[in-house]
């Protein structure tokens, strides 16, 4: 299980890494955090959610300006696995695990962006309504993937 989830964690770290437009690496960095609460379990999850967006500022992969949002950012990934490792079960369980965890993650960053933090306007936008569009996304991808890549795990 932690070779798994440091696997999950580089591949989460690489697909950052490669700077493509927020509605490309926002879905995909999502969907690398529900396959890994589906591959590893909601630990797995929780622990990748945690140390992404930190290591992607020590990294230099998040701005500097968005520093003050790195605790709200690991607390909405948290909750995003939790939350879905929690509810998902089978056929449209998933789906609403999906809804309602993306909705949670929304809550907490954009919560976080519009009453504690004093981020400028642009950053401020992109940990918005951003956020909820790429979980969803995202969250929608990895179930679509998940339960067939971990059969195939599982049988390797």
């Known amino acids: 299980m932690l070779t798994r989830t440091a ?3 580089a591949l989460t770290l690489t697909v950052q890494s490669l700077r493509l437009p ?3 690496t926002g ?3 999502n969907m690398m955090l529900i396959l890994t609460t589906i591959i590893v379990g909601t630990a797995g999850g929780v ?3 945690l ?6 500022l020590l990294v230099g992969i998040l701005p500097a300006p968005l520093a003050p949002a790195v605790p709200f950012i690991m607390l909405g990934n948290a909750s995003y696995c939790f939350l879905f490792g929690r509810l998902g079960g089978s056929g449209w369980r998933k789906v609403i695990a999906v809804i309602i965890a993306s909705l949670f993650k929304f809550f907490v960053i954009g919560g976080s962006v519009q009453y ?4 400028p306007a ?12 790429t979980a969803l996304i995202g969250g929608c991808l990895a179930i679509s993937i998940g339960y067939s890549l971990q059969g195939l795990l599982k049988k390797g």
Not at 51 to 56: D, E, K, M, Q, V
């Open 122 to 133: 642009p950053m401020s936008q992109a940990l918005l309504f951003p956020q909820l569009i």
């Open 7 to 9: 696997l999950l964690l």
């Open 116 to 119: 504690l933090l004093k981020l």
């Open 47 to 49: 622990f990748v959610g």
């Open 22 to 24: 927020t509605f490309i």
């Open 27 to 29: 879905p995909l960095v």
């Open 51 to 56: 140390f992404t967006p930190w290591i992607a």
